[in-house]
């Protein structure tokens, strides 16, 4: 397993978090992510390397950058 960990941005509270955990790819971490998500945008990490930024688009569609 791999170790990831999740930023999700400032939700309008003041607050961002971080979430930590481990998948067997990116590709999974991806899905992970996404779940956690809850409609906030995010920046997934694998260690110390940016893997992308998700920004919901529209329910069930997300944007990588």
Do not use: Y
């Not at 990116?26 to 930024?53: M, T």
């Amino acid at each position: 397993m791999r170790a990831f960990h999740i930023l999700l941005k400032d939700d309008g509270t003041g607050a961002s978090e971080r979430v930590d955990f481990e998948a067997d790819s990116r590709d999974f971490a991806l899905i992970i992510a996404q779940g956690h998500a809850a409609g906030r945008n995010i920046e997934l990490w694998e260690g110390s390397a940016h893997v992308g930024s998700l920004h919901r688009s529209a329910p069930q569609l997300w944007r990588l950058t």
